[in-house]
């Protein structure tokens, strides 16, 4: 194996390298290649300074996070940190790519720190459920004010060279070259008599606010950063930093950093980590496969979704034609696509002129013959078959050869869709959630004749437009509203049960959920659902308090947020509990005789859960979902399930899968049995005393 660690020399100037690929991330055999290095340097009196790089694209990454599964093995990240800020000679961190975690802390270990100008320096620890363990809890606020560190370290956020320069966490930007930057700057140090500059020695600046200033953040995180532990940990390592001598701080930020990888939380963001980045592995699939290029776009239908997914493409640079059957239509969509964009230049984050080029990959035809020379064509009107149908047999007549064909359903057959086509290989589901250009998921949806090279493309193309995209088969909902069917339908059933919309959604959003789910009713549109479920009444279960309450809001009009009264009220704009909507679904409880068991908060959190997870077991089984893993990225990234939790099948585990049919069980008997059936791969896994992460195990051995 090649040396992850190496030294050469430039003259008086020791030049050592790490060369770990693909990051540069710290594991045991980096830590001892930094030892050895400058253990060897220390003894040696011809060195006059050490430059500090790393090979490849970046900086290092960070801590090598799959080390925190085993423990981080010896030598540890203070010692040889120490060794390196103990260098009787000065150290220069040259900081290229992206220093994040325990690469931002190497950099502030050393004595000075240079910087490419594309660098940036963050400290992602609490994404995963740590804090920084390597002295960047005591040393960042040494080298910048306080407030800006707490700040770096709540928001996980890179900050960019010139900003941190700006903020004293860099000496120098470099233009040029920077490993000959590098050794430049280290010779002007030495010309100017400069040794080692140590950022221990130095005081924490502003600790004289710090109180204030703590205060201030705890109770920041107490309420943005609900039910987590590693945030209050943070700010307890940096009041230690502010109030104890730097050794003790250390070992303050030592213990905290040792317990935190043990917690769930923790657990929960590191699975979600890899997760991420599994979705696009596809069982059977190697690098061999090769993605089509995809240079320009149409998209079916100017409405919200084509608008957003429009948006998606154009801010990627990729030409957007848009085709609608009426120019009233496209008008409006082009205006509001403007609209959204305008918003973004309002509030800073975009230019006029960045907003006039993306306006400008975008154009709307009448005419079916302009997405011709499109090489993926996106349909994106509303949940009708027929409809649909119409239109892929439009889009096969105009398409060029090689054309993918994706709709945007949500729910829809689309093998049934596919078949209208000469081209079902080229046909595949690309499912966006509103609004489009804002959400993180897309549900990529393999049809039975889907070609390889057709989902590798999408695969690709999500990572193209920033989408997390996750593949799953056809069926009724896919992953994400297959999974909601239990979640809601037990959500009303507890409101049918006596408990109110506000005690519902309350002990959801406590439990950790973004918004409750009848909240999201009332903002999506209460008749979405209903009219989805009327569509396909026939196969749904023949029970009378099935949906009921939404049934009867859409029956009374109340459509939620749009009308201005759903679950709830909305008077100047704020959700009001809604006394006459909770009157109505007790009556309509009582013609239907439904027991008034006013559910407490954890029986609700717990149905609704556990009847999502069930559903997500027969999604495994049925092979709709390729990993458990991918369905914890699909609901983290589109529903607003906690990411501290892993996702819905991370969550069983930790809850413990055999908890989870004995409560289904019980279920079974004091509920409608009906919908209380273990999932026979839950119920297996539970009496193996097995989980799904060990399911998934097995299946990709
Ligand atoms: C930390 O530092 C704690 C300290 O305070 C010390 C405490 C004691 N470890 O994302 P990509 C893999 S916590 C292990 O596709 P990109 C990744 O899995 C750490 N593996 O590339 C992937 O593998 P594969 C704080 C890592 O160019 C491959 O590298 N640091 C790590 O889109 C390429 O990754 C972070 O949280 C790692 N740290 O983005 C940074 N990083 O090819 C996490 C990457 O097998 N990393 N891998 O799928 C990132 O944010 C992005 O990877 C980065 C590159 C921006 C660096």
């Known amino acids: 194996m090649a040396e992850v660690v190496r030294t050469e020399r430039e003259g008086e100037i020791a030049v050592v390298t790490i060369d770990a690929p693909p990051v540069n991330a710290i594991n045991q055999a980096v830590r001892a290649g930094l030892q050895q290095a400058f253990a060897a340097l220390r003894a040696d009196p011809t060195v006059k300074a050490v430059v500090l790089v790393c090979a490849g694209k970046t900086f290092v990454a960070g801590a090598d996070i799959k080390e925190f599964d085993t423990g981080i093995g010896a030598p540890g990240y203070h010692e040889v940190y120490r060794l390196i800020e103990d260098s009787p000679v000065p150290v220069i961190a040259a900081v290229h790519g992206t220093a994040l975690g325990g690469g931002t802390e190497l950099a502030l270990a050393c004595h000075y720190r240079v910087a490419d100008k594309g660098a940036r320096f963050g400290l992602p620890e609490l994404s995963l459920g740590i804090i920084p363990g390597a002295g960047g809890t005591q040393r960042l606020p040494r080298l910048m004010p306080l407030e800006a560190a707490l700040d770096m370290m709540i928001s996980g956020k890179p900050t960019v060279a010139a900003k941190a320069a700006e903020q004293g966490l860099v000496d120098r930007v470099i233009d040029s070259e920077l490993r000959s930057g590098a050794i430049a700057y280290a010779r002007e140090l030495l010309a100017q008599g400069k040794g080692p500059r140590r950022t221990r020695e130095q005081a924490v600046q502003g600790a004289d606010k710090a109180a204030e200033l703590l205060a201030a953040k705890r109770a920041q995180v107490a309420k943005t950063m609900r039910n987590r532990v590693s945030p209050p940990a943070l700010l307890d390592a940096v009041e230690a930093a502010v109030k104890l001598p730097f050794d003790d701080g250390l070992k303050v930020e030592q213990a905290k950093s040792d317990e935190l990888p043990l917690t769930t939380e923790s657990k929960a963001l590191r699975h979600l980590f890899f997760a991420e980045r599994d979705v696009s592995r596809i069982p059977g699939l190697g690098k061999e496969v090769k993605p089509r290029n995809v240079a320009a776009v149409g998209i079916v239908g100017a409405g919200t979704m084509g608008g957003g997914i429009s948006m998606c493409f154009a801010n990627a640079g990729i030409p957007v034609t848009i085709v609608d059957a009426a120019q009233a239509n496209l008008d409006r969509g082009l205006a509001t696509i403007r609209k959204n964009y305008q918003r973004s230049v309002t509030r800073g984050s975009m230019s006029e002129a960045q907003l006039e080029q993306r306006m400008a990959l975008i154009s709307g035809s009448l005419d079916y013959a302009a997405l011709s020379t499109a090489d993926l064509i996106i349909e994106a009107v509303f949940e009708n078959m027929a409809l649909k149908k119409e239109i892929f047999a439009k889009l096969d007549k105009v398409a060029k050869p090689g054309a993918i064909l994706g709709t945007n359903t949500s729910t829809l057959d689309i093998d049934e869709i596919a078949a209208v086509t000469g081209r079902a290989s080229d046909v595949l589901g690309l499912h966006f959630f509103s609004p489009a250009n804002v959400m993180q998921l897309l549900e990529i949806v393999q049809c039975a004749k889907t070609s390889p090279d057709v989902l590798v493309t999408a695969l690709d193309v999500a990572k193209k437009i920033k989408k997390t995209g996750v593949v799953a088969k056809v069926c009724y909902g896919f992953i994400g509203n297959r999974m909601m069917d239990p979640y809601g339908r037990e959500a009303e059933r507890c409101v049918l049960e006596g408990a109110t919309p506000a005690e519902v959604d309350g002990a959801l959003e406590k439990w950790g959920m973004a918004m409750g789910i009848l909240a999201v009713y009332d903002m999506a549109g209460i008749d979405i659902g209903h009219l989805t479920r009327e569509a396909r009444k026939e196969l749904l279960p023949k029970d009378p308090s099935f949906y009921r309450p939404t049934a009867l809001l859409t029956e009374k009009g109340w459509l939620g947020q749009k009308t201005g009264r759903g679950y709830y009220t909305y008077p100047e704009g704020k959700r009001t509990p809604d006394a006459e909507s909770i ?28 009847g999502m997870i069930n559903e997500g077991a027969l999604l495994l089984e049925e092979g709709i979902a390729l990993r458990a893993s991918d369905i914890d990225v699909v609901y983290t990234a589109g529903y607003g399930f906690p990411r501290y939790r892993g996702g819905p099948m991370f969550y069983a585990d930790s809850v413990g899968l055999a908890k989870i049919v ?17 999932a026979p791969l839950l119920k297996k896994l539970a009496a193996a005393g097995s989980s799904f992460a060990e399911y998934q195990k097995q299946q990709t051995k």
Do not use: G
């Open 662 to 678: 004995a409560r289904i069980e019980e279920f079974a008997k004091t509920l409608d049995p009906q919908y209380w059936q273990p």
């Open 583 to 610: 009157a109505m679904f007790a009556a309509e409880a009582k013609r239907l005789a439904i027991p008034q068991r006013k559910p407490d908060a954890t029986e609700i959190v717990e149905r609704c859960l556990y």
